[in-house]
């Protein structure tokens, strides 16, 4: 039996079935076993239907029934029947979809809606037809298939509500996001403040004991010397009244000796405080500090006492350094003393000395390169942690009142600092104290200047000659005094109180050669001291310099082109290192003929 006979005796929903498979090329045409159809369709969920346009009769597969809820029939149904089931919202849309399908002269037509089975269900439905048309073309049959399409369509809704949902979480997370930004941002610049002021308070507590620690050693040296040249201009007045001289005189020269001391200690105060900001005025000078060190000893040990013992550990083949010698020698000097103090039942001082290579790491600001390192170690009581950070802090000091100014090491700071060096201070309480020094290599050609010759007994040098000296200092005083000092030691001196001033001295006396410029580097006029050296230099080739000042950076004295032999003279100065500096300036200079035409 073929299967088209076969089909004959199965439901007529089945052979409408296989007759519109077939048209919708759903099923091979000729052989289709119609039970393999209904069992496909089942398993599918695919209604196959047509409805006879001229009839308004549908007929159905049982799926199709099925689906929509209905008994499952071979007989024609009304297509209003299953109109019925669709949702009352959708049935405009689909009549209208239709209906366009009709009115534009296409076949194929598909659509999604909705339908409310008998039992109250609501189902999705998938429905893709086909218009048939006769040879005048018109339709006379509709047919297609319908899915239910109801899981589908719950996965999408919730699919859609979960992205919905995550949409509203992505909202709400960058809403937080938003906030939680704008807390830590809130937060950052509270922060930002507090540490600016707290930043600002420590500043002015540094600023404060810097000017209290000032104003205290200040007042009391102001104190002496006022104190003692009231007392000096007493026994002038005691002598001009025609009173016994004695002890009056001796009581005189006293008071003016206290006073001068003073006087000294004031321009060390000055120096130390330059020295902790860097603004010292160097001359450094290529030094062996081993050749330094061994020089100082006795006077360090003498400095250290009979209960501290002094050792030494200098490296053999120790590289040259590039420093102040003076101020080298004062800080190391310093560094003694403080080892001394913080050992009052005794110990031992090391000093160490080493050629270290600093790698890419350095401590602190240091660069890397090579420099001499020199230790000095004591097995003292050692510093607290808490307090490690402040001990280089002018005026700050452990030390009981009138043991200590707090400037030793805040002057050694500044100076190793100023000198392109690095400083700290290793220590544990109990366990002692190194303090670490790393100045730089000088040129490896370069030779160590020899060491100074002790200051001689002798009077005070004197001019030779009748050398000239034009002396210029703005502070008619100070002026004075130098004035006064120079003519005293034998030199003829020319004055000036500014550049344009001593440029006038020279050109009223063309033929006058000088021997040496004296001048302050700071001086009125907008013409520094360094600048007027170089314009008489240029008038005068050779001619040696002599700066002052009481307070300069070191870039206003670098050499120049016609000022290369840099000599300065710190303020505040007594005659006899003036006298010292006046005559090394001049024996270091080529020599000329002397010229007492001035």
């Not at 009125?524 to 080739?541: E, F, I, N």
């Amino acid at each position: 039996m073929s299967h088209a006979s076969r089909a004959t005796d199965r439901p007529a929903s089945l052979a409408v079935a296989a007759r519109e498979g077939e048209h919708f090329g759903l099923v091979p045409t000729q052989s289709f076993d119609v039970d393999s159809l209904a069992l496909a369709e089942q398993s599918a969920g695919i209604g196959v239907w047509s409805i006879d346009l001229t009839t308004g009769l549908v007929r159905a597969t049982a799926q199709f029934f099925r689906i929509m809820g209905l008994e499952p029939t071979s007989e024609p149904v009304p297509v209003e029947r299953v109109r019925a089931l669709r949702h009352p919202d959708d049935r405009a849309r689909v009549v209208a979809g239709f209906r366009e399908v009709l009115e534009g002269g296409r076949d194929a037509y598909e659509i999604e809606y909705r339908i409310v089975r008998p039992d109250g269900e609501l189902r999705w439905i998938f429905g893709r037809g086909r218009i048939v048309r006769d040879a005048a073309g018109a339709p006379v049959r509709y047919s297609g298939v319908d899915l239910d399409i109801t899981d589908r369509k719950a996965a999408q809704a919730e699919l859609a509500a979960a992205k919905e949902a995550l949409e509203r979480m992505n909202v709400v997370l960058e809403a937080r996001v938003r906030e939680r930004t704008a807390e830590l941002e809130t937060e950052a610049r509270r922060r930002a403040d507090a540490e600016s002021r707290l930043h600002q308070a420590q500043k002015m507590e540094a600023v404060g004991q810097l000017t209290g620690g000032i104003a205290h050693d200040f007042n009391n040296i102001l104190q002496v010397i006022l104190g003692n040249l009231q007392i000096a201009t007493l026994m002038l007045r005691r002598v001009d009244a025609g009173l016994p001289a004695r002890p009056s005189l001796d009581m005189l020269v006293n008071a003016i000796e206290t006073a001068q001391k003073s006087a000294r200690s004031a321009g060390q105060l000055v120096h130390r405080l330059l020295a902790f900001s860097r603004r010292q005025t160097l001359e450094p000078e290529v030094l062996d500090a081993n050749q330094l060190i061994a020089g100082m000893e006795d006077m360090m040990a003498r400095t250290l006492g009979e209960t501290i013992e002094l050792r030494t550990a200098l490296a053999p083949g120790l590289w040259n350094t590039y420093a102040d010698r003076n101020q080298l020698e004062t800080a190391l000097l310093n560094l003694v003393v403080n080892a001394r103090d913080a050992m009052p039942d005794g110990g031992r001082v090391t000093i160490e000395t080493a050629n270290a290579r600093i790698d890419a790491s350095p401590p602190g600001d240091l660069k890397p390169g090579e420099y001499v390192e020199l230790v000095v170690r004591d097995t003292g009581e050692g510093i607290p942690a808490g307090i490690l950070d402040k001990v280089f802090d002018p005026f700050f000091t452990t030390k009981d009142t009138g043991k200590g100014s707090g400037l030793g090491l805040s002057m050694v700071y500044g100076f190793v600092q100023q000198s392109g060096g690095h400083v700290r201070i290793e220590s544990a309480v109990g366990r002692g104290c190194a303090v670490r020094i790393h100045l730089p290599r000088a040129n490896a050609r370069s030779q160590p200047s020899p060491a100074p010759p002790a200051a001689p007994s002798a009077a005070l040098p004197r001019a030779r000659d009748g050398e000239t000296v034009l002396l210029v200092e703005d502070n008619a005083d100070v002026r004075r005094f130098a004035a006064t000092a120079l003519e005293g030691l034998g030199y003829r001196v020319l004055q000036a109180s500014d550049a344009r001033g001593a440029l006038d001295q020279l050109d009223a006396r063309p033929s006058a050669t000088l021997h040496l410029l004296f001048t302050d580097v700071v001086l009125p006029g907008g013409v520094s001291g360094r600048a007027l050296a170089d314009a008489v230099c240029a008038r005068q080739p050779g001619l040696p310099v002599l700066f002052t000042s009481g307070y300069t950076g070191r870039t206003a004295l670098d050499p120049g082109p016609l000022v290369q032999d840099v000599h300065v003279l710190a303020k505040p100065y007594a005659i006899e290192d003036l006298a010292a500096r006046v005559r090394d300036a001049l024996d270091r200079a080529a020599p000329h003929a002397p010229d007492d035409r001035v």
